[in-house]
């Protein structure tokens, strides 16, 4: 059955992959779809007529064009124009809020919006300061006092 793979088979497996790519593997399978066309490519030419040095360089490409698509072009996936958009706490730094609790050691909860959020401060603060969310630690906030 490998003796008589073909220009066909090496497209076809191209086009499965890429329709798989396209239901969502991230870029995962572009560089085996990628090496599958260069080998109908390769087939269509007659360059290599053994099944075996056809596995052979297809394996190499699989490689090559993986290793190529995480160096170079991933990083263009991990641009984004809103680089906050799920980090809600990061969201939140530079606004001004007066605490309703006091914070007893530093840490307590501030309310923003409708939302209780864990707070941290370098100093005991009272209930009524005005704060300034400056940092954020996962889903915890950092509180600077103004001053007024």
Excluded at 88 to 100: H, T, W
């Amino acid at each position: 059955m490998l003796d008589a793979i073909t220009t066909w088979h090496w497209l076809t497996l191209a086009v499965v992959l890429l329709i798989l790519e396209v239901l969502g593997t991230s870029g995962f399978l572009l560089g085996i779809a990628f090496a599958a066309l260069v080998m109908s490519g390769v087939t269509a030419l007659d360059m290599l007529p053994a099944w075996q040095h056809q596995l052979l360089l297809f394996s190499l490409l699989t490689v090559v064009f993986t290793l190529l698509y995480w160096k170079v072009f991933r990083r263009f996936n991990d641009r984004s124009a809103e680089p906050l958009l799920n980090d809600r706490a990061a969201q939140l730094i530079g606004r001004r809020l007066v605490l309703e609790e006091r914070l007893v050691g530093g840490q307590g909860r501030i309310k923003v919006g409708d939302t209780l959020w864990k707070a941290v401060a370098d100093e005991e603060l009272e209930a009524g300061t005005t704060v300034e969310v400056c940092g954020s630690e996962g889903m915890t906030l950092k509180l600077c006092v103004l001053n007024q």
